[in-house]
């Protein structure tokens, strides 16, 4: 039977979830190690004691993408554009920083003076226009490699129509500076919108040299444990790819651990029965959250990673907010409470880490209102106990500037981040004219659980469902995730003027260039499937919609598929105006043997017995029961209020709900 690891790598912990044979086989967290991604992955490795020589993979998810993205710690890189574009990283699309004001700071990932322009040009049909200038691009590539640039990112206009120039370029600039790496906007993304496809070939640049480091330190550790067989990479669409791809695709990982999370929770919802679900990911730094339609996260198209930063591939539509257990809270100028986008992080970590942190975060609050059981600090090895006391004195001087009391602080600190959560999960849903009341919540992370209750109250969500291990997720939906490659193409031509051979040609090479990816990625799967789509509109229309379509269709059949989904999103058809196909998109998955996310047992009445009794603040003290989750058995119930404390995190159940578990050992918490 298959043995394998999944490991997400976050800002504050590094999760771990091993399964053998037969089933979880243990659950652990670790700190992260910001210096080096790497290390933590090792040290949750040794910490678990796993056999390495029975291992068949290791899954892991990582923010290293993400958090060079943030922290502006990538690469130094060199753009290099067509005769007039230098500037269109900052000439974007005609928006703002902030809704009122004309004011605001943009970051490009490429600052000007390390962006140049190249005479060369190619029309919107591929053909050549302007010769492209090779011997300034010779000189330029030795120029640029004497300053030390590590990566140079080429992307010429309508590079997407006729890729010779691009390629021509990456051949001269490899010959004038060997050792230089250089990203092809063609490549990562073969699409028009010249913003968008330069953006995110920038991006890719960014964070390939350091994204190649790291899969080189990663592989020389493992390597070290004895360790040759497959490591696999979540990416931000929710599938797998293997370590020695990673570095090529380096753009497709910047939300590689909240996809994790967002798979794992559709699987376990939909083995639960429910196919409408709220996800929400809390963990030390920030909070992800995300829709399930139907039993399928929504995809985007493109993500604003900053101001006019977008990252044109596709990815599971997360929205992440700075929100989590290491959040600082602190007083704005007017003496208004807020907490967050800022993190107290690993280290030094909240007060009660005991790790030198000073700041009021809110897993200070937790601590100080009896939510964490001081004596089982999660996660942490250097000490036996939580600093209480350090948590207090971080409320006190906090409490000062507002005139309240520790614990009285303590709560607000709950109240405001609560509602920043429940604020996101609104905006996903009443405010895209979705009904909360239909979906379920599925609250996980080191800290979802705890605030979990009071976000499905404030929203008004019916059922929140709480995983076995709530707390190693993420890690759990590298475990259970299929590789994945996307690929596609823009046609932007009328689609009576494409014929369906054509279309048949683009679709079957694409299908092609992923099931090579998949065979070299040497993976044991069970079966490959491929899908394919049209992106399609009506003559004269903006935005497109995203239809599945197949090789082999004719033009009335893949018109009819269209019209069918346009009547589906906007009620009706616009009839006499023509077709447009705008692109063909093909994505192909390797599917990959799953390991038991829970065995179904009979369920049987009763209630579980509390292990304990603790003081626990809701809206005042109230004596509280203390369960310990490893004796539930399913068909048990119990109302709130109520602790829950496991391995991986605590859960908090409000008074006025009421929890049972399920036959797959998940909670349900209702309101009673």
């Known amino acids: 039977m298959t043995e394998l690891v999944g490991i997400d790598v976050g800002g504050t912990f590094t999760d771990l979830y091993y399964a053998s044979g037969s089933g979880v086989d243990r659950v652990l967290k670790v700190p992260s190690t ?97 010769p492209l200038d ?10 640029l490699a004497a300053e030390g640039v590590e990566c140079v990112v080429v992307a010429f206009l309508h590079a997407y129509a006729n890729t010779a120039h691009e390629r021509r370029a990456r051949a001269i600039l490899t010959a004038a500076a060997p050792g230089l790496e250089v990203v092809l906007s063609s490549d990562v993304v073969c699409e028009y919108y010249e913003f968008e496809r330069t953006s995110t070939a920038a991006v890719q640049g960014y964070l ?8 080189r330190n990663l592989g020389a550790r493992l390597a070290g444990l004895s360790f040759g067989r497959q490591t696999l990479v979540m990416q931000s669409n929710g599938g797998l790819v293997p370590l020695p791809q990673l570095s090529a695709r380096a753009a497709n990982i910047v939300r590689s651990g909240p996809a994790a999370g967002v798979m794992a929770a559709a699987a376990i919802a939909q083995e639960a029965g429910f196919r409408h679900v709220i996800t929400g990911d809390m963990g030390g730094t920030s909070y992800d959250v995300a829709v399930i339609v139907d039993g399928k996260p929504r995809i985007a198209e493109t993500t604003e990673l900053d101001f006019r930063v977008p ?105 405001v981040v609560n ?11 009443v405010e895209q004219g979705l009904d909360p009341r239909d979906f379920v919540q599925v609250s996980f992370g080191g800290a979802g659980p705890l605030h979990g209750a009071a976000i499905m109250r404030e929203v008004g969500i019916r059922t929140m469902l709480l995983p076995p291990f709530p707390g190693v997720l993420c890690a759990l939906g590298c475990a259970v995730a299929n590789l994945r490659h996307d690929l596609s193409q823009t046609v932007e031509r009328p689609l009576a003027d494409v014929p369906p051979a054509e279309i048949g040609a683009i679709l079957t090479a694409q299908a092609a260039e992923g099931q090579a990816a998949l065979a070299g990625a040497r993976v044991t799967l069970d079966r490959v499937e491929v899908r394919h789509m049209a992106n399609l509109s ?34 009706n058809t616009l009839d006499g105006i023509a077709v447009t196909l705008v692109g063909l998109l093909t994505a192909v998955e390797g599917v990959r043997p799953k390991p038991d996310l829970g065995r179904a047992a009979d369920e049987v009445a009763g209630t579980p017995v509390p292990v304990g009794w603790r003081d626990v603040w809701f809206d005042g003290w109230l004596r509280t029961p203390i369960y310990d989750r490893t004796t539930f058995r399913p068909g048990m119930a119990f ?23 399920d036959r797959l ?3 349900l918490v209702e309101v009673a």
């Open 34 to 130: 910001p210096d080096d991604p790497s290390r933590g992955l090792i040290e949750a490795l040794q910490a678990a004691e796993i056999d390495m020589g029975r291992l068949d993979a290791i899954l892991h998810g990582t923010t290293i993408a993400t958090n060079a993205v943030i922290e502006r710690r990538g690469a130094r890189c060199a753009l290099i554009t067509t005769q007039g574009f230098r500037d269109v990283l900052e000439l974007g699309r005609r928006d703002r920083q902030r809704m009122y004001g004309l004011t605001g700071v943009q970051q490009p990932l490429i600052p000007r003076r390390m962006r140049w322009e190249v005479a060369g040009r190619m029309d919107h049909k591929g053909t050549e226009l302007v």
């Open 134 to 143: 090779e011997p300034a691009l010779h000189d330029l590539g030795a120029a």
């Open 208 to 215: 390939q040299p350091l994204v190649s480091r790291y899969v």
């Open 311 to 415: 990252l044109r591939l596709p990815m599971i539509d997360v929205h992440t907010i700075g929100a989590g257990g290491g959040s600082i809270a602190w007083c704005d100028r007017g003496g208004v409470l807020q907490v967050g986008p800022h993190s107290a992080g690993a280290v030094p970590g909240p007060a009660c880490f005991g790790r030198g942190g000073t700041e009021p975060t809110v897993a200070d609050a937790n601590a100080v209102l009896g939510r964490i059981n001081p004596d089982r600090p999660i996660g942490l090895k250097h000490l036996d106990r939580l600093d209480i006391a350090a948590a207090r004195a971080a409320m006190a001087r906090l409490g000062d500037q507002l005139g309240l009391g520790v614990e009285e602080t303590a709560a607000a600190i709950l109240t």
């Open 419 to 429: 509602h920043i959560m429940a604020r996101r999960t609104r905006l996903l849903t």
């Open 538 to 571: 009506y003559a004269g229309q903006i935005h497109t919609l995203r239809v599945p379509v197949q090789a082999g269709w004719d033009h009335a059949r893949i018109t009819a598929a269209f019209e069918d989904v346009y009547r589906s999103e906007y009620g």
């Open 639 to 661: 109302d709130g209020p109520a602790i829950v404390e496991q391995a991986d995190t605590t859960s908090v159940i409000e008074p006025g709900q009421r929890a049972r578990v």
């Open 665 to 667: 050992t998940n909670i």
